[in-house]
T-cell receptor, first 110, second 118 residues
């Protein structure tokens, strides 16, 4: 079973920030939080990952709560091309048992 | 980022035939690769973990004689769907672990292979 829970869908207006939440209340100390997204009929695309500090890259920012039980992926200026299913995954070392949950289907509208 | 390539990207075959899907890590070595299948509007389901030089580890409910996995080199894993039937029609995706130059590493996915069994 997936160890993370996400809302099934979210809507966002083009140009606005998209904030995608993820609960991982059973995450262990050595597990990282990874975010991937999957555009229709393509393989998942890596977005970002973090352990306990907030992270930022050219695609997104990742905010992890201090207790590490939840996190938020932020797309600062969503575009139509960001429409996809976003998956939050907790992973330990060695990428053992990589299990995907149902993800959040983000729809960015004009 | 690292590149994982799958071939073919789509294939149509007759029921009863076998189909081989290749997964290659193009610019890095991957001792571990994963195979997933995905049905329409559903999430990815892990089928098996492929380890270079050893037998694959299959998830519960996945028939190892049906889905043959070979990971003969550090850059290639293959999934063979034997005696395919229409219910095997699905989107098959592989991924490979990129250890990188430090840190936790990353997991990269192939583009997926869509199998249609007539």
């Amino acid at each position: 079973d997936a160890k993370t829970t996400q809302p099934p869908s979210m809507d966002c207006a083009e140009g606005r920030a998209a904030n995608l939440p993820c609960n991982h209340s059973t995450i262990s100390g050595n597990e990282y939080v990874y975010w991937y997204r999957q555009i229709h009929s393509q393989g998942p695309q890596y977005i970002i990952h973090g352990l306990k500090n907030n992270e930022t890259n050219e695609m997104a920012s990742l905010i992890i709560t201090e207790d590490r039980k939840s996190s938020t992926l932020i797309l600062p200026h969503a575009t139509l091309r960001d429409t996809a299913v976003y998956y939050c995954i907790s992973l330990g070392t060695g990428f053992q048992k990589l299990v995907f949950g149902t993800g959040t289907r983000l729809l960015v509208s004009p | 980022g690292a590149v994982v390539s799958q071939h073919p990207s789509w294939v149509i075959c007759k029921s009863g035939t076998s189909v081989k899907i290749e997964c290659r890590s193009l610019d890095f070595q991957a001792t571990t690769m994963f195979w997933y299948r995905q049905f329409p509007k559903q999430s990815l389901m892990l089928m098996a973990t492929s380890n270079e030089g050893s037998k694959a580890t299959y998830e519960q409910g996945v028939e190892k004689d049906k889905f043959l996995i070979n990971h003969a080199s550090l850059t290639l894993s293959t999934l063979t769907v034997t005696s395919a039937h229409p219910e095997d029609s699905s989107f098959y995706i592989c991924s490979a672990v990129f250890a990188g130059t430090g840190g936790h590493g990353e997991l990269f996915f192939g583009e997926g292979s869509r199998l249609t069994v007539l």
